[in-house]
């Protein structure tokens, strides 16, 4: 699993290449958790469209990251989903949560 990390003022967007399971939900976490304290980051947007896989160490992360971000006042989305990863988080509920938008601009206007 690789990260890719773009900044657009106050707003961290990853983008995942790979797989997010078990294996790397450990060092993902923490890598993620460092570049947001480290820039002070309030709002957060994961690109999905390079993740081929994720288990539930993966959704983990994701809600993780979430209620760190939500204890800032900030907000958390997804964009480019592919379809099996957009099954795990409707399953998931993650949408409750979570909001989906189909690419950087839809997400970056609505934070």
Known sequence: MQLQYEMVDNILIVKFDGELDHHVAENIRTDLDDTISQHRIKNLVFDLSGMGFMDSSGIGVIIGRYKNISKLGGKVS??????????????????????????????????
Not at 99 to 111: G, I, Q
């Open 78 to 111: 997804v964009i480019h989903v592919t379809d099996q990863i957009d099954k795990i988080f409707s399953l998931a509920g993650l949408y409750n949560i979570i909001s989906k938008h189909n690419n950087k601009s839809e997400a970056l206007n609505c934070m």
